[in-house]
């Protein structure tokens, strides 16, 4: 997980990247104990093979941009259905991504927009018996009220293999209400 200088959250950064900005001497600090060795070249003179161990949490040198700290996650389908829980919202089972598609809560042919407060994850089934209404219109009520992720909530969502360094600092960051938190 990559932080600017002052610990404010930027994105999930590569092994690959990571490397870069130890090379270029550009990690202000770090956090967790080291879980990865990138292994490079042996020294001629020592005989030496050069390595850097990598820690979980990684802040640069310098400071984000002000428009860069908290951004609007990108709406996908997978960060939706994440976001939902793989949960249709309107019959509350559990699908996997190929049977889940994105409802328009206000339908766009009635002036709905593609956005996070206005879309949920659906089944096939719920989403066609809806058709072209609204939740009330169909009589079926949403299960949850569709909401914006924060950029923390996201990142925890688009990622299945946070180490338990940085869910513990992620955690530290959610929003007070978020359903992550718990």
Same mark, same amino acid.
Request: positive net charge; charged residues 20%.
């Given at each position: 997980?990559?932080?600017?200088?002052?610990?404010?959250?930027?994105?999930?950064?590569?092994?690959?990247?990571?490397?870069?900005?130890? %090379?270029?001497?550009?990690?202000?600090?770090? +956090?967790?104990? $080291?879980?990865?060795?990138?292994?490079?070249?042996?020294?001629?003179?020592?005989?030496?093979?050069?390595?850097?161990?990598?820690?979980?949490?990684? %802040?640069?040198?310098? =400071?984000? @941009?002000?428009?860069?700290?908290? $951004? &609007? $996650?990108?709406?996908?389908?997978?960060? +939706?259905?994440? @976001?939902?829980? =793989?949960?249709?919202?309107?019959?509350?089972?559990?699908? #996997?991504?190929? +049977?889940?598609?994105?409802? =328009?809560?206000? $339908?766009?042919?009635?002036?709905?927009?593609? &956005?996070?407060?206005?879309?949920? #994850?659906?089944?096939?089934?719920?989403?066609?018996?809806? %058709?072209?209404?609204?939740?009330?219109?169909?009589?079926?009520?949403?299960?949850?009220?569709?909401?914006?992720?924060?950029?923390?909530?996201?990142?925890?969502?688009?990622?299945?293999?946070?180490?338990?360094?940085?869910? %513990?600092?992620?955690?530290? =960051?959610?929003?007070?209400?978020?359903?992550?938190?718990?």
């Amino acid at each position: 997980m990559s932080l600017d200088a002052h610990g404010r959250v930027l994105d999930w950064i590569n092994w690959q990247d990571a490397t870069c900005l130890y %090379a270029r001497d550009a990690v202000a600090w770090t +956090l967790g104990d $080291p879980c990865l060795t990138v292994r490079g070249g042996t020294n001629r003179l020592t005989g030496q093979q050069s390595f850097i161990e990598l820690h979980p949490i990684v %802040a640069s040198r310098g =400071h984000a @941009r002000a428009a860069g700290l908290s $951004p &609007t $996650p990108s709406l996908t389908n997978q960060a +939706l259905f994440a @976001r939902d829980d =793989h949960l249709c919202l309107y019959c509350g089972q559990q699908f #996997s991504r190929q +049977l889940l598609t994105r409802d =328009h809560v206000l $339908p766009v042919s009635k002036g709905g927009r593609d &956005t996070w407060e206005n879309v949920v #994850s659906a089944c096939f089934h719920c989403n066609s018996r809806k %058709a072209n209404r609204t939740p009330q219109q169909a009589h079926m009520p949403l299960l949850a009220v569709p909401y914006r992720p924060s950029w923390i909530e996201h990142l925890i969502l688009s990622n299945r293999n946070i180490l338990a360094d940085q869910m %513990a600092f992620l955690k530290t =960051h959610l929003p007070k209400r978020s359903r992550l938190s718990a």
